[in-house]
T-cell receptor
Framework: ELKVEQNPLFLSMQEGKNYTIYCNYSTTSDRLYWYRQDPGKSLESLFVLLSNGAVKQEGRLMASLDTKARLSTLHITAAVHDLSATYFCARTFNNDMRFGAGTRLTVKP | DAGVTQSPTHLIKTRGQQVTLRCSPKSGHDTVSWYQQALGQGPQFIFQYYEEEERQRGNFPDRFSGHQFPNYSSELNVNALLLGDSALYLC?????????????FGSGTRLTVV
């Protein structure tokens, strides 16, 4: 069974600091996704990672994928308040997308 | 270019009733998936439709059923509603062919069962 585990589940950080969110999954599968969700809103796609060693960056966020370790990371650089949200990783297996529990990020001034 | 549209946005139903939620996929997308997201949790996969057939199903009872129409739009039906069915229901669409296509999510339907 495909399981996706994220940590930490809650993250409070100061503006300007760096931090990493980790996403572990249990079985090999084809794609890894990162999404952002603001309170009461839907999911916004951030990254789609397809292969081992893939790295994608958008602004202060950078995502990477290590399929051998079954690990993806979302690195936050010099956090700003606007990044406060819940971040989900998700992995597809066949046509079934499984989500992690989410990391609720709060960036404080 | 319209994204994924869902209706209604909010719904209140009584236990035991039935509900139908609707989803129009993003232009160019032919595959629709439905998810249930309880408060404070990650989305849970309900099922996926492609070519008007249910292609994959998550761990949800038969009370949850769906349909896909020739124009790729989709409906989610839930019978005999329980209090525990209260959640945000998300529809996501994608293209079936080619790698690297992400899923586009709709804004969701907030269902409250009382």
């Amino acid at each position: 069974e495909l399981k996706v585990e994220q940590n930490p589940l809650f993250l409070s950080m100061q503006e300007g600091k760096n931090y990493t969110i980790y996403c572990n999954y249990s079985t090999t599968s084809d794609r890894l996704y990162w999404y952002r969700q603001d309170p009461g809103k839907s999911l916004e796609s951030l990254f789609v990672l397809l292969s081992n060693g893939a790295v994608k960056q958008e602004g202060r966020l950078m995502a990477s994928l290590d399929t051998k370790a079954r690990l993806s990371t979302l690195h936050i650089t010099a956090a700003v308040h606007d990044l406060s949200a819940t971040y989900f990783c998700a992995r597809t297996f066949n046509n079934d997308m499984r989500f992690g529990a989410g990391t609720r990020l709060t960036v404080k001034p | 270019d319209a994204g994924v549209t869902q209706s209604p946005t909010h719904l209140i139903k009584t236990r035991g009733q039935q509900v139908t939620l609707r989803c129009s996929p993003k232009s160019g997308h032919d595959t629709v998936s439905w998810y249930q997201q309880a408060l404070g949790q990650g989305p849970q996969f309900i099922f996926q439709y492609y070519e008007e057939e249910e292609r994959q199903r998550g761990n949800f009872p038969d009370r949850f059923s769906g349909h896909q129409f020739p124009n790729y739009s989709s409906e989610l039906n839930v019978n005999a509603l329980l209090l525990g069915d209260s959640a945000l229901y998300l529809c996501a669409s994608t293209r079936n062919r080619g790698r690297g296509y992400g899923y586009t999510f709709g804004s969701g339907t907030r269902l409250t069962v009382v």
